[in-house]
T-cell receptor
């Protein structure tokens, strides 16, 4: 099975500090992609960042970056200079097949930013 | 607001009743997806449409579930004879599929169903 594992059910981080959310995945595919989504208490899943397996550089989107290590099959999300509004659930996800739209999600990490 | 819109936000029903949810995707998006999310879990894929065609259904989608997307615009998800195990958040997402690579899905805020 193409499983996504997020081992941190919850994290507490001081405001303005950087935080790393872990994600590991199973795959036998040569080509694949990885997504991170944020889910605030409103319920909406908000796209944060995407990494393709053939991308040579780690993806960055503003304060979000991916620490992508193919050999270790990990795609950790790094949030720099955390803000109170970053408090939410964070999900790592990947398509079952490259170019396929069916995402399989991890169980998520609940991030709480402490003022 | 041009995001994905879902109605209602919350639905409480008695076991055995039928319920219907609506999703309005982003207007230019050709693909529409339904996911289900239970407490403490990530969303699970249920089904998706490309325009008006329903291209795939998950084994999670029992015969009591039916989804439609007439004219390739909004979609409805109906659950017949609801059971307590159907209680979950039902999320709709849409994307503009170009035919290759991975798409970014845009999600709505979901419909929270509680079956008593």
């Amino acid at each position: 099975a193409q499983k996504i594992t997020q081992t941190q059910p919850g994290m507490f981080v001081q405001e303005k500090e950087a935080v790393t959310l872990d994600c590991t995945y199973d795959t036998s595919d040569q080509s694949y992609g990885l997504f991170w989504y944020k889910q605030p208490s409103s319920g909406e899943m908000i796209f944060l960042i995407y990494q393709g397996s053939y991308d040579e550089q780690n993806a960055t989107e503003g304060r979000y970056s991916l620490n992508f290590q193919k050999a270790r099959k990990s795609a950790n999300l790094v949030i720099s200079a955390s803000q109170l509004g970053d408090s939410a659930m964070y999900f790592c996800a990947r398509p079952l097949l490259f170019g396929n739209e069916k995402l399989t999600f991890g169980t998520g990490t609940r991030l709480t930013i402490i003022p | 607001d041009t995001g994905v819109s879902q109605n209602p936000r919350h639905k409480i029903t008695k076991r055995g009743q039928n319920v219907t949810f609506r999703c309005d995707p982003i207007s230019e998006h050709n693909r529409l997806y339904w996911y289900r999310q239970t407490l403490g879990q990530g969303p699970e894929f249920l089904t998706y449409f490309q325009n008006e065609a329903q291209l795939e259904k998950s084994r999670l989608l029992s015969d009591r579930f039916s989804a439609e997307r007439p004219k390739g615009s909004f979609s409805t998800l109906e659950i017949q004879r609801t059971e307590q195990g159907d209680s979950a958040m039902y999320l709709c997402a849409s994307s503009f599929f170009l035919g290759q690579g991975n798409e970014k899905l845009f999600f709505g805020s979901g419909t929270q169903l509680s079956v008593l």
